[in-house]
């Protein structure tokens, strides 16, 4: 199977990273010169993703809305994206 993603961002990574390791030919169509131009420039060019804490400890530290995102952080957590 053959996939285009648009957008080479950090989804669009996960996405053809996703896609190749279930056997697809993923190709990344990016308008910026190189991928993952914002996720490079996040906290102050430091790409701080995300951190070591406890799980537990993310949702109370969004502002808006936090319980929204308590799925996703249980389906992929923190310690899944470091192994990554
Ligand atoms: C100022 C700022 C600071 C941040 N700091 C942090 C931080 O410290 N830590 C953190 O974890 N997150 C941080 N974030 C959030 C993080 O950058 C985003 O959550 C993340 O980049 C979202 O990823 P994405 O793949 O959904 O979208 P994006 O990163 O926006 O990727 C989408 C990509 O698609 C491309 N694209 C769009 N339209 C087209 C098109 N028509 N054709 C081709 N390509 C196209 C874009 O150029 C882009 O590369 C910050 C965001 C901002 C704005």
């Given at each position: 199977m053959k996939i285009v993603i648009i957008g080479g961002g950090?989804?669009?990574?996960m996405a053809a990273a996703a896609a190749s390791s279930m056997g697809a030919t993923a190709r990344i169509i990016e308008k910026n010169p190189y991928l993952g131009k914002k996720m490079g420039i996040t906290g102050k060019g430091r790409c701080n993703i995300t951190n070591s804490a406890d799980i537990s400890e993310f949702i109370p530290n969004i502002p808006v809305n936090g319980k929204f995102m308590?799925?996703?952080?249980?389906?992929?957590?923190?310690?899944?994206?470091i192994d990554l």
């Amino acid at each position: 199977m053959k996939i285009v993603i648009i957008g080479g961002g950090p989804a669009g990574l996960m996405a053809a990273a996703a896609a190749s390791s279930m056997g697809a030919t993923a190709r990344i169509i990016e308008k910026n010169p190189y991928l993952g131009k914002k996720m490079g420039i996040t906290g102050k060019g430091r790409c701080n993703i995300t951190n070591s804490a406890d799980i537990s400890e993310f949702i109370p530290n969004i502002p808006v809305n936090g319980k929204f995102m308590h799925s996703a952080f249980y389906a992929f957590s923190n310690t899944d994206m470091i192994d990554l």
